[in-house]
């Protein structure tokens, strides 16, 4: 089964700790991306990557870190820079090309107490 | 500025019909598309419009005007499941999804 995979589906931490959220794709995609979504609001873009060891910054990078070392893999770190880091994460791929469907993990709700 | 516009909430009732509307302002435009997310859950692809007109699949049908900055997702026969947030995104000049808020739809019996 092709698809993507997140885990864990709720975490918990502690203020002022790193956590990293991990993301996994066997769909042979190129582009990975990372949203945050808050209650009633949209998805608003962290990070996304388009190849293999290269990523760019979206609407929301600040206190997030990413890396991209393989084409199936990655995974968002949330520091303790990041202000307010309770949210619903959600993981998405996508192939290049001009339609870009993204297809979407079924996220991590992370709360830091 | 990239502006997308969608109703916050809807209610209607089962088996009735309802449209979803979605105006946006963005800079270029190579597509635009609806999903479905239950509460919880991760938003899943319902429709893709790029040419001005009508797509029908099933009971949910997609509509767009690129000459007005529209589209509308149109549900028909509503059941209870239908219950969840559609989004509205559209591809930008760089082939950035831009999302909109979401509309929450409430269905009654």
């Known amino acids: 089964d092709g698809g993507i995979t997140q885990s864990p589906k709720y975490l918990f931490r502690k203020e002022g700790q790193n956590v990293t959220l991990s993301c996994e794709q066997n769909?042979?995609?190129?582009?990975m991306y990372w949203y945050r979504q808050d209650p009633g609001q949209g998805l608003r873009l962290i990070y996304y990557s388009q190849i293999v060891n290269d990523f760019q910054k979206g609407d929301i990078a600040e206190g997030y870190s990413v890396s991209r070392e393989k084409k199936e893999s990655f995974p968002l770190t949330v520091t303790s820079a990041q202000k307010n880091p309770t949210a619903f994460y959600l993981c998405?791929?996508?192939?290049?090309?001009?339609?870009?469907?993204?297809?979407f993990g079924p996220g991590t709700r992370l709360t830091v107490l | 500025g990239q502006n997308i516009d969608q109703p916050t909430e809807m209610t209607a009732t089962e088996g009735a019909i309802v449209q979803i509307n979605c105006t946006y302002q963005t800079s270029g435009f190579n597509g635009l598309f609806w999903y479905q997310q239950h509460a919880g859950e991760a938003p899943t692809f319902l429709s893709y419009n790029v040419l001005d007109g009508l797509e029908e699949k099933g009971r949910f049908s997609s509509f767009l005007s690129r000459s007005k900055g529209y589209s509308y997702l149109l549900l028909k026969e509503l059941q209870m499941k239908d219950s969840a947030s559609y989004l509205c995104?559209?591809?930008?000049?760089?082939?950035?999804?831009?999302w909109g808020a979401g509309t929450k739809l409430i269905i009654k019996p």
């Open positions: 998405a791929s996508s192939s290049q090309g001009d339609y870009n469907e993204q297809f």
């Open positions: 995104a559209v591809l930008d000049s760089n082939y950035q999804l831009i």
């Open positions: 769909l042979n995609h190129d582009a």
